[in-house]
């Protein structure tokens, strides 16, 4: 008998796939692995052999991870220049896309946005080509990544439900994302990733070309209105979307994004008034 431990079988690697899933850890931030524990282990092993009173090292806990970063920057950042580049190629790409499907196929060629590195899916969009109403979100979550559709988990039920209470549904109002990737762990997409993907958003916008733009959230309210203003302020009031190039500005609602409205159930009811703007302003004609 031996107390070595047999090596992972190929079903165990998948067990511990899934066990890393449901504990959250979903995405691969670094091409090496890290060994966290002999990194632990090397800084007790080095205070142990402090005196006792020498003072400490000022190290952090664990070196940050390696994330990709191509699209960060602010003026003083060395990245910048590689983060203006990259919107500059956005707008040179997402202005040449005469079709949806242009504008898809782009989008999936497109490396300068380094969310694509981490997502799984590019999350285009979906609905009627013609659609009188655009719905705009902020970007995808695990759901949608998973399956490449916008709004598919649970706050894109409450979507659904929304829709429905002005008689529209999937396939005859038009629904996408201003950031097509999802960020790793949901976090808030950076201002230089929104930034990147917003001529594609833009784009997305003219080529549908609908009677009016419901904006659930602040990011996409910001974004397709171009204000700094919250949603909470921002919300039930008509603004404009003033398209780039000649397509037509369009009439933009924003209104609280349905994640916000599952954590805050009171706000439905001003959700429901601005939904009701939008069903009377389309039914003018
Ligand atoms: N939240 C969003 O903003 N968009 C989605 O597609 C899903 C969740």
Redesign the pocket.
Known sequence: MTDTPAPFAPLDDLAVLRWYEVAGVDECVGETPVDRFAADAARAAAARAQPRDAPRPRTPPHPPPAVPRAAEGSAADPAAPAAAAARESAAAVAGRAETLDALRAALEAFDGCALKVTATTT?FGEGAADAALMVV?????A??DRQGR????V??RLLDEMLASIGFDRSTAY?T?VVPWRPPGNRKPTPAEVATCTPFIERHVALIAPRALLL??G??ASTLIGTTEGITRLRGHWRTHRTPGDAPDVPAMPTF???YLLRNAEAKRLAWRDLLAVKARLAEG
């Open positions: 999350v979100g902020e970007a995808p979550g759901d949608e916008p709004f598919c988990g706050s894109g629904i994302n659930v959230g990011l996409a994004h349905p994640a």
